[in-house]
């Protein structure tokens, strides 16, 4: 590396690399570990208490992390702040799904359910631009760290926003509507039924892989806590894209072998350096923006990420909510998961050829995988929501979020073993494109155990007379048509002017 000069110049330096155990340890168990098991109380406590007080304490917590993780000076201080931050945002998905569940009829809550989770690919997607090139721009001189200002500093605003919103009626809705047993049911009864652990499953395998008048609250209040949710996920997918630059600055981290940024564009040679390969043990989310740059350094596929998530990725949320909803009058629950088996096995051919094609080809197909498997998190949650009572709706929220969380957050790590064995890039094959393929089939195994369509008993009618009681039909109103009778008195009427001495 160090022999690679021209004129004087390098080519090549060592320097943080923003990979290495820090970084594993600042992008996953700090976040999961706390994310799964508050997600789980707060769950518990949004069927209890005021769900809207709940959010807003929530909001303004991971947005309170978020401004101080732009103030940190030591690696330490990055960990605890993304833990607080994990705290904040583990109570927007069981919060919200109630209340916006309450606050939308069946019709509408795939579509509803959908634009709510696009919170994630939207900071997800907004994350790419932000953290590439805001610190170049060194407002402030603050570098990196005015990312982490900004998005703050609007969370801030939501929260405030988010306590204007009014706590809705808590509502009955799909198979609990329909029950007329009038029965509560335990909590574990719940949980443990065969289709929510298949869609558990189903969803922790997708998921390793990759938040006033009445017709204007309603979107109103879908847009708060739609946009809320974008800037939790923003704050925590930052610390992905940011990653190599905070690293520089706090001093953490593995250092290798990279590119000289201020000789790159003297001269096109090729890399004959040893490029530091992504050994992140986390889910392709986290690791795409260091897988592209690791491979194809010469490629700025920063604004291709963010309108491959931002454009196509909402595109498909919406769609995917739009097509259940269409069928779920039809063909009841089930069609939701129909939806969610069909989806995913067509975005896996594509998430294949994303990591195996060069960089045009790569956006394209993963731009049409993303359209297809983008549909599946809006959904999932509209049908978790209607297979469970309303008493323990946010509290099955909570427990789906741990299962899916710890299982889908830490299935990859099988991703560092494999890639030693066999490849980076064959270990992707597997662990992304090849669990897209595998959801879909538990997905489609979870469809069986769904009810169809609820059939509304017809209206009895009345053919002919019954055999005991009266027909109303032979009754008539015959007022104004005979004149009143007048009976005749059994006593002879008093004597005129005569008074009543009764003391009765």
Same mark, same amino acid.
């Given at each position: ?19 290495? +155990?820090?970084?594993?340890? +600042? ?6 570990? /706390? ?22 304490? @929530? ?7 978020? $401004?101080?993780?732009? *103030? ?34 069946? =019709? ?21 631009? $932000? ?12 570098? #990196? ?21 009014? &706590?809705?009626?808590?509502?009955? %809705? ?20 065969? !289709? ?60 290798? @072998? ?14 004959? @350096? ?8 986390? @889910? ?8 592209? !740059? ?8 920063? #604004? #291709? ?9 909402? %595109? ?13 009058? =039809? ?7 129909? $939806?969610? *088996? ?12 994303? /990591? ?29 929501? &209607? ?27 099988? $991703?560092?073993?494999?890639? !030693? ?39 009895? &009618? ?26 005749? !008195? ?15």
């Amino acid at each position: 590396c160090l022999s690679l000069e021209l004129n004087g110049s390098r080519y090549c330096e060592w320097n943080y690399n923003g990979l290495g +155990l820090d970084y594993q340890i +600042l992008a996953g168990p700090s976040f999961i570990a /706390v994310f799964t098991i508050v997600g789980v109380a707060l769950g518990i406590a949004a069927d209890k208490y005021n769900r809207v007080k709940l959010l807003t304490v @929530c909001t303004l917590i991971f947005s309170i992390a978020i $401004v101080l993780m732009g *103030a940190v000076g030591e690696y330490w201080q990055l960990v605890i702040l993304r833990m607080i931050l994990a705290a904040g945002e583990a109570g927007c998905n069981p919060l919200a799904t109630g209340l916006l569940s309450d606050w939308f009829p069946e =019709k509408q809550r795939g579509l509803v359910m959908s634009i709510f989770n696009w919170g994630i690919y939207g900071g997800y997607g907004i994350a790419f631009p $932000v953290g590439r090139y805001i610190p170049g721009l060194n407002i402030g001189n603050l570098g #990196w760290r005015a990312c982490y200002y900004g998005a703050g500093i609007i969370g801030l605003i939501m929260a405030a926003l988010t306590f204007t919103l009014s &706590e809705p009626e808590r509502k009955t %809705i799909g198979e609990e509507g329909a029950s007329t047993s009038g029965k509560k049911t335990g909590i574990w009864k719940v949980i443990l039924q065969p !289709r929510v652990i298949l869609l558990c499953i189903a969803a922790s395998i997708r998921h390793c892989v990759a938040q006033k008048l009445q017709f204007l609250y309603k979107p109103y209040a879908l847009a708060v806590v739609s946009v809320g949710y974008v800037l939790g996920e923003l704050g925590h997918y930052l610390i992905g894209v940011t990653s190599k630059a905070t690293a520089e600055d706090l001093h953490y981290g593995d250092i290798s @072998c990279q590119l000289n940024s201020t000789t790159l564009s003297i001269v096109d040679l090729p890399i004959q @350096c040893e490029k530091a390969k992504n050994e992140s043990g986390m @889910c392709f989310a986290y690791n795409c923006d260091l897988y592209y !740059r690791d491979y194809f350094p010469d490629y700025d596929l920063g #604004w #291709w990420l963010f309108a491959v998530t931002i454009v196509i990725g909402s %595109i498909g949320v919406v769609v995917g909510g739009v097509i259940s909803d269409k069928f779920v009058a =039809k063909m009841g629950i089930r069609s939701r998961v129909a $939806v969610l *088996a069909i989806s995913q096995i067509i975005a896996t051919p594509f998430a294949f050829s994303s /990591v195996y094609f060069n960089p045009l080809w790569a956006m394209i197909t993963l731009g049409i995988s993303y359209f297809f498997a983008e549909m599946w998190f809006g959904i999932v949650f509209a049908v978790v929501v &209607e297979i469970v009572p309303l008493h323990f709706r946010s509290t099955t929220i909570g427990a789906f979020l741990f299962v899916m969380n710890n299982i889908g957050g830490n299935l990859p790590i099988l $991703v560092e073993p494999t890639r !030693r064995a066999i490849g980076f890039r064959e270990s992707l094959y597997i662990f992304y494109a090849g669990f897209y393929g595998l959801s879909s089939i538990l997905f489609f195994s979870t469809m069986f155990f769904m009810d169809g369509a609820v059939k509304e008993q017809p209206k009895p &009618e009345i053919s002919k007379i019954p055999e005991s009681g009266y027909d109303n039909s032979t009754f008539t109103n015959d007022e104004g048509r005979v004149s009143t009778l007048e009976l005749p !008195r059994l006593y002879p009427p008093p004597p005129p002017h005569r008074f009543e001495n009764s003391r009765l």
